[in-house]
């Protein structure tokens, strides 16, 4: 079988992506709007003509700076505070005083950033940082104002500085690949899923494309079996019948959407790409079924749905790479 090598096309990408729309139709009659993506070729080529989306984990990158990061100013603390213990000198005791106090707030800003890094909340990310620096920034200044050289720390600090700075150029480039990600899948009917799909090849490209398929499968089951479970524990705390009724049939819907894609694992392992790419697909109609059930006349949401999208992404980018697979 084929392997994706090298870094990862984004036309490449795009063409599978949009080719989900026309898999999930042959899958079952009623595609839903979650899988729905439809092709413009003029664009792509246009894309086509970009610099390749980086593969580089730069979220993780950045979160192990920044946690290096605090790891060096919490050390710092330490010798600030090891020093107090030990000073006599009122100036001295001033400008440590008001070091420990300077690494305690950067340490906190840095922490903020990770949870901000989470989040998606860059900018916050970044503002957070940046403070960090300038907290640290204050503690070489007091001993220049003060005792007119340089802090005891300046070394240390040097190092946390990098540290920070490391965090903060993995983040710009995480922001960066984001946009290009998002630009490209603007053009996309379904451009949540596009940005999933791309996310996906990009997270998991040194598996090969087999392996790609498996992953993909079974985070699909994964995801199905996670909500036929959260159905279990609705049954048990719901007391509205007419609820108690469509979370019955909901549950015996997921139940064969599940087998279905159990089913698909097998058909894989045998390169029987077809049978795998028909169960996989024919899971998404029980899934839509449930949503029908709860739906009925009135139109309302299913206290399901959003883990029923997730669900539905995870079957089409499952389809996608099964596609792709057979076409090799």
Known sequence: MGSLHGLLSFCFVLVLVLSSNHLTAK???????????????????????????????????????????????????????????????????????????????????????????????????????????????????????????????????AKFGLLCMTGLKHINLLVQKERLITEGCSQTLDKELCISTVGFFLENKGLGLHGLAKLAVEKALQDGTRIHNHISVLLKTTSDKCVLKKLKSCSSFYLTAIGKIKASLPALDCNRYGDASTWVGAAIGSAETCEGVFAGKSNKISPLTPMKIEFSKQVSISLVVIKKLAGN
């Not at 899988?35 to 610099?51: Q, R, S, T």
């Not at 192990?64 to 090891?82: D, E, F, M, P």
């Not at 989470?118 to 001993?143: G, H, M, P, Q, V």
């Open 27 to 157: 899958a079952h009659k009623k595609p839903t709007n979650q899988i729905k993506v439809e092709a413009d070729f003029k664009i792509i080529a246009e894309l086509a003509g970009k610099n390749s989306i980086p593969n580089a984990d730069f979220k993780g990158l950045a979160k192990l700076a920044l946690t290096k990061a605090i790891s060096n100013g919490n050390v710092i603390c330490q010798r600030v505070n090891s020093l107090l213990l030990k000073s006599s000198d009122m100036y001295t005791t001033r400008s440590l005083t008001g070091c420990s106090t300077n690494y305690k707030d950067a340490v906190g800003l840095i922490n903020k950033s990770l949870a901000a890094l989470d989040a998606k909340k860059y900018d916050d990310a970044k503002t957070c940082i940046t403070d960090a620096l300038a907290n640290s920034t204050k503690c070489e200044d007091r001993f220049e104002e003060l005792l007119q050289r340089n802090s005891p720390f300046t070394f240390m600090k």
